[in-house]
């Protein structure tokens, strides 16, 4: 009786200890392809705005991912974590996710990681495949420009699409009334 009694306990204690070791770890996600060009949007200011429900804000956060961590992000839905609806319609927020560079404007839309690097002025953090992708881009921008004519009574707008800029968006809709 002392012996599967004795055997229990070990049974017990070993599954406890394989068990310890399963499911995610807790606290900050190790840096990834991605970290150093998060860092940099963060320390010149650029802050993501979105809602926890907007899918084009979830695409956003996926293509960064775990490097999302050191992103500056605001939360645009009042019933999000640290939400706060009126400062993102202070800032102009129509649409998620939005990024907003200081001094430079916003950027609407799911953007790849080398066009908010570039607009940032973080392209030197950027891994090599995608400084490769932002050049091919920029190439095939400049031969579009160079391929289309000169109309002489376009009117310049205020905004322009950088190379590889993609706009998919999330129209913001009015918080709703309680």
Request: aromatic share 6%; with cysteine; net charge neutral.
């Amino acid at each position: 009786m002392q012996i599967k009694s004795v055997t229990i306990a070990a049974a017990l204690l070993l599954t406890s200890i394989l068990l310890s070791g399963c499911g995610e770890p807790a606290g900050p996600k190790l840096p990834g392809k991605y970290a150093e060009v998060a860092r940099c949007l963060t320390q010149k200011g650029v802050i993501m705005y979105g809602a926890y429900w907007c899918p084009h804000c979830l695409s956003q956060k996926k293509l960064i991912g775990d490097d999302f961590q050191f992103i500056k992000y605001q939360e645009c839905d009042d019933a999000g974590t640290d939400g706060n609806h009126k400062l993102c319609i202070e800032k102009g927020v129509t649409s998620y996710p939005t990024w907003i560079f200081p001094g430079q404007g916003s950027l609407a839309g799911e953007q790849q990681m080398g066009v908010l690097a570039k607009l940032a002025n973080c392209e030197d953090k950027l891994p090599q495949e995608d400084k490769d992708k932002l050049k091919k881009a920029e190439e095939e921008a400049a031969k579009a420009a160079a391929a289309k004519p000169a109309d002489a009574t376009a009117t310049p707008t205020a905004t322009t699409t950088a190379p590889g800029a993609t706009t998919p968006t999330t129209e913001v809709a009015p918080p709703a009334t309680k």
